[in-house]
């Protein structure tokens, strides 16, 4: 290969072409696979097979992609949302998630990794999709079957480090650093000698999978990991280059981002200093949430555990945004009052948060079923974007644990070693499943027949009926309505949202093991009962809950809940006095032995 200046080198062979196998041979030693290689067929030590990316016929030339705040996203491991563990096996599966309600599908990391079983997250070969999983063409197929049933796909990149295991990247340039350091070692180069080839590498990769995969957005893997002293930061540089390919193609796409620091520069707008990319993971909604619900305050649950809090997290976005973080034991975060609720993302699971526990257990195997549909009916009356993690809906109970298939044994023992070091900081006394055992993956299989039969059921139907409040009610909508709490004491939580032409909901939730009667002032009207958590069609008792709320002029009313309990009104005639009942100065009477909010 000739060089051709900064960095590049060229040559041009006769005869090659799609299925050409082919490997880089660094300074006549190494055989190494090209780290821009659409396809790993044998794995990521072995040779680089050339793929054509105009050989698939599309189908979706009509597709334009969503705005972020019309997504319901479902986020999914494709290993194991399946038995087969295939692109191929998600397409028989998407007509129930349209059915549901979702409008996007979430992979996690789909980049080469070592051996048959990874979250994904240890990926080395950052442009060929895996081939256990059905590589370029599997990839592709699922992408256009999304599209022809109106589904976004986002896809889950990792851009903060590459896996240990195939990782040859440092052998060709400076693609890291000692000058900063990760949880995994030397950081990615963005701002050292050489990191402009780097730059390009990462934004070539992120442009890749919009142009040739019809990807509709991209989540950003830990990007408080991601270092960068430059001028103009790594961030705001990808998503600038993503947007103006959008704009070429004539398609919406998102750059989504999760982040530790709670840092509003990575979602405020590039006028006021920010990086101005599109949406934000809010761990601090779901920390707030789990740590009501489940009474956990290990680890980072620490530092939550009031309603006071979950509050804050449904109004302003960030819970800390400045103050003392007991678990950090320092300040943390910046304020994110002014930013749009719809630029958040919120979940109560995710692959993180479940799969990082010691057995990996979701909320149905912490949680009863009352609780389970109280949990989403806090994530789903969140004006922020909702994320469900595969199998959420129904109370799948099987866990969802961290495996790998390294193929080093060492490598796999301290990757063990390390993972129990983790585990140990919540104070969990389980055993830790060995990563490397495959019985760990294949517990982690979501078992999609439960969805069929009752409880399962049941809460499935509670989940399609919020997401169908969400579309068709003006005062639910992503993004409408910033919610008021009138009441977050005594473990009750009743919100309000408000749209901009007066169309209200009321959102009450009971955080008890007991029945309770909430007594507020609302609205002034007549309010009908959008839904009640303990209705029979989803598995509960029966309502206790009016279906009709008449507030007088003062907005008076009693609202009993079942224990666990979730219930949703929406103002169907204003009455006199609305204004006045509506004012900041309307707060919720005193509790007494009834339970009443205080």
Request: proline letters at 6%; hydrophobic letters at 40%; one cysteine or more.
């Amino acid at each position: 290969m000739a060089p051709t200046g900064c960095g590049w080198f060229q040559a041009a062979l006769s005869g090659a072409g799609p299925g050409t196998r082919y490997r880089f041979l660094l300074d006549g030693v190494h055989a190494r696979p090209d780290p821009m290689s659409r396809s790993q067929p044998d794995g990521v030590h072995e040779a680089s097979e050339i793929v054509d990316p105009s050989g698939f016929a599309w189908t979706d030339a009509g597709w334009r992609g969503a705005r972020l705040r019309d997504l319901v996203c479902y986020e999914i491991h494709v290993g194991t949302f399946t038995p087969e563990g295939t692109f191929a096996a998600i397409v028989s599966r998407v007509d129930d998630l349209r059915d549901l309600g979702i409008t996007a599908i979430e992979l996690m990391p789909v980049a080469s990794f070592p051996g048959a079983r990874n979250w994904g997250y240890d990926g080395v070969g950052l442009f060929a999709p895996q081939v256990t999983y059905g590589g370029p063409a599997g990839l592709r197929a699922v992408v256009d079957a999304c599209h022809a049933r109106g589904l976004a796909v986002i896809l889950d990149v990792v851009y903060n480090h590459l896996g240990p295991e195939g990782n040859y990247l440092a052998e060709f340039g400076p693609y890291f650093t000692a000058r900063h350091s990760t949880p995994w070692g030397d950081a990615v180069n963005f701002d050292g000698e050489g990191a402009e080839g780097v730059r390009e590498f990462v934004i070539a990769n992120a442009l890749y999978w919009i142009r040739e995969y019809h990807i509709d957005g991209l989540r950003l893997d830990a990007v408080d990991t991601m270092c960068d002293t430059s001028p103009v930061h790594i961030l705001r540089e990808v998503n600038d280059a993503v947007q103006r390919l959008a704009r070429r193609l004539g398609r919406r796409v998102s750059v989504v981002v999760e982040s530790d620091r709670n840092d509003r520069r990575v979602i405020a707008p590039v006028r006021s200093g920010g990086y101005g990319l599109a949406g934000h993971w809010n761990d601090d909604f779901h920390h707030a949430a789990h740590a009501v619900l489940t009474g956990e305050h290990a680890g980072y649950y620490r530092d939550f555990g009031t309603l006071e809090q979950l509050a804050k997290a449904y109004r302003d976005g960030f819970v800390y945004d400045g103050q003392y973080s007991p678990y950090r034991g320092r300040p943390h975060g910046t304020s994110s009052r002014d930013i749009p609720t719809d630029r958040f993302v919120v979940f109560i699971q995710n692959h993180d948060q479940v799969g990082n526990r010691a057995c990996g257990e979701r909320l149905a195997s912490l949680l009863s079923l009352e609780q389970c549909k109280l949990a989403a009916g806090l994530l789903l009356f969140s004006p922020a974007i909702p994320l469900l993690f595969m199998g959420e809906e129904y109370a799948e109970r099987a866990p969802f644990l961290y495996f790998t298939d390294f193929g080093d044994p060492t490598l796999g023992e301290a990757v063990g070693r390390g993972r129990r070091r983790e585990i140990a900081a919540f104070g969990w006394a389980a055993d830790v499943p060995d990563p490397q055992d495959p019985a760990t993956f294949l517990r982690s299989r979501v078992d999609w027949d439960l969805r069929c039969t009752p409880p399962h059921s049941q809460l499935r139907a509670y989940y399609r009926t919020l997401l169908t409040l969400r579309r068709r009610h003006p005062a639910l909508g992503t993004g409408v309505g910033r919610p008021t709490a009138l009441a977050a004491a005594d473990r009750l939580l009743v919100l309000q949202r408000r749209s901009r032409d007066g169309a209200t909901a009321l959102g009450v939730f009971n955080l008890d093991a007991a029945n309770r009667t909430v007594r507020l002032k609302i609205v002034p009207g007549t309010w009908g009962r959008l839904a009640d958590s303990a209705e029979e069609r989803f598995g509960g008792t029966g309502p206790t809950s009016p279906p009709m709320l008449l507030a007088g002029r003062t907005g008076d009313v009693e609202i009993p809940t079942p224990a666990w309990g979730a219930v949703l009104y929406g103002l169907e005639r204003a009455g006199r006095g609305a204004r006045a009942a509506s004012s900041p100065r309307s707060t919720p009477r005193g509790g007494n032995d009834r339970g009443q909010a205080a």
